[in-house]
Every structure is written in C-alpha cells, then in structure tokens.
C-alpha cells in the first residue's frame, strides 16, 4: 500500500490568526524578483504561533529551552484518541480511561476532540476544550513522551498548573494540530521543531504517515 501523509499543520499566513497578546504573524517581501533578481521574505512571529510545541522552559524556571531537548519524542509512531468536546467542556479523567491501555511509557498520544475546525474564528484560543488538572496529572504519571491536540491549548483556564504538571514530567506539548479527523487510529507522526537556540516554543511541520 503507498505511504500516505496527512498535514497537520495550519499554514503559517500573513496576518493569521495569533494567541491573544502574543506578537502577530508577518511575512512580507524583502527582495524580489524584479528588483533584486531573487525573493526573499522577511518573516516575524512569536514562538507559540501556529501549531507550535512547547519547550520545558515556556513555563518551568528550569526547564530546557528548544535546543536542549531530545529529538526521539518528535518521530515515531503515535496514537489518536477521538474525543469528542464542545465550546468549554472539560476533557477529564473519566474520559481518557477507556484508552488507558494506550497511555503507556513512550507514548505518543494525540486527542481529537473537533475543536480545532474553528481555527481562525472568534474564541477559538480561549474558548476551546480545556484538559483538567486530574487528566494532566494522570498522563504525567503514564510517562508519555509526547502529548498533540487540536486544541490551542491544553488548558485555557488552568495553563501554568496543567503545564507545568505535563512539562514536569518530560512530556513534549503539542499544540493546534490540524486534520486529526483525517488520520488513523495509528500511524508514524513527525513534529520536528526549528533548531531555535534559546527559544520556550517552536513551530512545527506536523505530518502523519500512514
């Protein structure tokens, strides 16, 4: 059967869509074709914009930045979880049990809950599914490596104690994941971020192979 990739990216736009109080996407012409004979963009964004992952450092004091984390948790095989969640609602323990045999050390877990099809609306970094502070401990405890969402966040009304918790205990936060309704139940996910020295978060080309 042929590899499949299934873009999990939400295209990095002049002007898109920006966590509130963060610093705004541009990409606008530096040279050009007709006047200097080649392109090149000048491009400025914060370091959470768009589907991003956070270093350790976004929220722990000590946590590492960007270029101090490994590269294995970014490539590998991944598992999605469907759970399906509305404007607010919480994304609670009772929820992830039924997946529990999933949740295992190393695991790469990823949840739907349909949130992400409002990219780009009104309230969509602040109004989305939030992950409670039980859900977070509990996959801290599992010691999962990586855990991506079609939400903004994890947590817009619990973020620094959601964070930390997940960021604590070594798990890669990705956030604003795109087409997970596309996707497999399982397949190999790829989420490298940029080689920023010094940086708490990054974008990142997130891909599914199927």
């Known amino acids: 059967m042929p590899t ?3 873009d999990l990216t939400h295209p990095l736009l002049d002007g898109g869509p920006s ?3 963060d610093p705004g996407i541009s990409v606008a012409p530096h040279c050009t074709l007709e006047r200097d004979g080649c392109r090149v963009s000048r ?3 914060g370091s959470h914009q768009g589907t991003h992952l956070d270093a350790p450092s976004h929220f722990l004091p000590e946590g590492c930045d960007i270029d101090g984390m490994t590269l294995e948790p970014f490539f590998g095989p ?6 399906p969640k509305g404007r607010g609602e919480a994304l609670d323990l009772p929820d992830l049990l039924p997946f ?4 295992r050390p190393g695991a790469r877990i990823l949840y739907h809950t349909g949130w992400g099809e409002n990219w780009g ?3 969509f970094f602040t109004e989305g599914p939030c992950l409670t502070l039980d859900a977070a401990r509990f996959l801290a405890s599992r010691r999962i490596a990586l855990l991506g969402m079609d939400t903004s966040t994890p947590a817009a009304d619990n973020a620094q104690a959601v964070h930390e918790v997940l960021l604590g205990a070594g798990v890669v936060i990705v956030e604003g994941l795109a087409n997970l309704g596309l996707c497999p139940d399982s397949f190999t996910l790829s989420a490298f971020p940029l080689a920023l020295a010094d940086a708490d978060g ?3 080309r997130a891909v599914a192979i199927c």
């Open 19 to 21: 966590w509130p109080g």
């Open 78 to 83: 991944a598992r999605l979880l469907r759970i």
């Open 4 to 6: 499949r990739f299934i």
């Open 202 to 204: 990054s974008p990142i």
């Open 43 to 45: 491009v400025s964004m």
């Open 100 to 103: 529990e045999a999933l949740i």
């Open 121 to 123: 609306r009104e309230g």
